[in-house]
């Protein structure tokens, strides 16, 4: 159409994740720590579940939410589903008013209140598990909801400046979420400067933060990041 205008509006919407069980549930009676995997921007809950088997789902509930909005450009360039945390052409008052980090942060939780009645998960606390995107969010999903965080693993992801004011910080102290930075030198898409900061900040803080550096991937789970996983959910989701 000529001269048009949009405007965005809240709605009411479905949200989806996919679960990954461990072996034997079915059989079992007993309860599971729930890990939350977040995947990166553009991606999908498909693609990055698969990290649940190559990481082992022995003793491990993971799901997958998949984030809210089509990335159109994988949709229509790549011919694949891809999807983001926000709408792509909304402007910035749209996007203010939405708050659409705090949305999907709101949905994630949503998402692991959901599995909880539908499976026997151990405790009340959850573990998050983000690459990219992810990253960012597995962070924010802690500064935001901190009594239902246990620990993060934000895998090239971050903070926003709007989270860098030590206010944000002081909950995650408080209720001793752990949180740990993995990030590759040679990362061409986000700067391992942005890791860096984000564990600089938060150990400033006084935040249980810990940052792991690996060469060699890129961008990508490449395997050394898969063994920084592997040793994260033995040392620190499935610790006595």
């Known amino acids: 159409p000529k001269d048009f205008v949009r405007h965005w509006v809240k709605i009411p919407a479905l949200g989806s994740y996919i679960v990954a069980l461990p072996p034997g549930y079915a059989a079992s009676k007993e309860t599971y720590p729930l890990v939350v995997i977040l995947h990166g921007n553009?991606?999908?809950?498909?693609?990055?579940?698969?990290?649940?088997d190559k990481a082992g789902r022995e003793g491990v509930i993971f799901i997958v939410p998949r984030a809210p909005y089509p990335h159109e450009q994988v949709f229509t360039g790549m011919g694949r589903p891809g999807w983001t945390w926000r709408p792509q052409d909304a402007a910035d008052d749209d996007i203010k008013a939405f708050e659409p980090a705090a949305r999907y942060v709101d949905s994630i939780i949503a998402s692991v209140d959901d599995a909880r009645k539908r499976y026997r998960v151990k405790g009340d606390k959850v573990y998050v598990f983000g690459h990219?995107?992810?990253?960012?969010?597995?962070?924010?999903?802690?500064?935001?909801?901190?009594?239902?965080?246990?620990?993060?693993?934000?895998?090239?992801?971050?903070?926003?400046?709007?989270?860098?004011?030590?206010?944000?910080?002081?909950?995650?102290?408080?209720?001793?979420?752990?949180?740990?930075?993995?990030?590759?030198?040679?990362?061409?898409?986000?700067?391992?400067?942005?890791?860096?900061?984000?564990?600089?900040?938060?150990?400033?803080?006084?935040?249980?933060?810990?940052?792991?550096?690996?060469?060699?991937?890129?961008?990508?789970?490449?395997?050394?990041?898969?063994?920084?996983?592997?040793?994260?959910?033995?040392?620190?989701?499935?610790?006595?």
């Open 132 to 240: 990219s995107m992810g990253g960012f969010f597995a962070n924010v999903s802690a500064i935001l909801r901190p009594t239902e965080v246990a620990a993060t693993f934000a895998y090239a992801g971050g903070l926003d400046e709007h989270y860098h004011e030590a206010k944000w910080f002081e909950p995650l102290k408080a209720n001793g979420v752990k949180m740990l930075h993995v990030h590759s030198a040679d990362d061409p898409v986000v700067s391992v400067n942005l890791s860096v900061q984000a564990h600089t900040l938060m150990q400033d803080a006084d935040v249980d933060s810990t940052i792991r550096l690996v060469d060699g991937v890129g961008h990508g789970v490449g395997e050394p990041v898969v063994d920084h996983l592997k040793t994260w959910l033995r040392e620190v989701v499935l610790a006595p």
């Open 42 to 52: 553009g991606s999908n809950e498909l693609n990055h579940g698969k990290l649940a």
